[in-house]
């Protein structure tokens, strides 16, 4: 990946930069269902395809990158602000379609998003941007919240009873990362883990 963080706008054009703004387009897009839409079972459902297909963008822009190497640092950023933006999200979405799940626990979900933004803001403060990397278990976390919240709104039961493992996956996922943010003279956007 270029450590070079100029970039033109034939960068956008790439399949995989196209997709990570996508994303962020679609998100703001989504309070149309959750607000909106008086039909709840439309809500519900159009909420749902327009989250799977974020998810999907999500998992397929970097894997595109990859294979047709149009890996870029504006490609990293992209996917970052759009995560940035759609993770602490969930939180609002969940509120709105499936606020029984969490049963009064809502200040576990308050310390996540409080631990994420000063993860953000360590990263800022320290190397004068928000550092990009992938860590396994930044992966494993987001993948955990994204079928958490599927889960969620056709299976409130099951989510309810695995909400308190996605906190535990969550909290590990974010000091790890500050952790390596506090530690490192530079961050590795390839970085696996603490123990890379």
């Known amino acids: 990946m270029s450590d070079n963080s100029n970039f033109t706008l034939d960068q956008l054009k790439t399949i995989p930069n196209m997709l990570s703004v996508s994303r962020l387009i679609l998100i703001p897009a989504m309070a149309i269902p959750c607000f909106f839409l008086n039909d709840e079972a439309q809500a519900r459902s ?3 395809v327009m989250f799977i297909l974020i998810g999907v963008t999500d998992k397929l822009d970097g894997t595109i ?3 047709l190497n149009q890996t870029s640092h504006l490609g990293a950023k992209l996917d ?3 995560d940035m933006v759609f993770y602490p999200l969930i939180t609002v979405w969940l509120y709105r379609f499936a606020p029984e799940v969490v049963n009064g626990w809502w200040n576990l979900v308050y310390l996540l998003i409080g631990l994420f933004f000063t993860k953000m803001v360590l990263g800022k403060i320290k ?3 928000i ?3 992938h860590t396994i278990g930044g ?3 987001a993948a955990s919240l994204f079928f958490f919240m599927i889960i969620a709104i056709l299976y409130p039961q099951t989510a309810g009873r695995i909400f308190p ?3 535990v996956i969550g909290y590990l996922n ?5 952790y390596i943010f506090m530690t490192r003279k530079k961050v590795d956007e390839n970085i696996r883990s603490v123990f890379d």
């Open 127 to 129: 190397f004068g941007e």
């Open 139 to 141: 992966k494993t976390f």
């Open 65 to 67: 990158a990859r294979y």
């Open 80 to 82: 970052t602000m759009a």
């Open 174 to 178: 974010q000091l790890e990362e500050m």
């Open 165 to 167: 493992i996605l906190c």
């Open 46 to 48: 159009i909420f749902l």
């Open 131 to 133: 550092p990009v990397f």
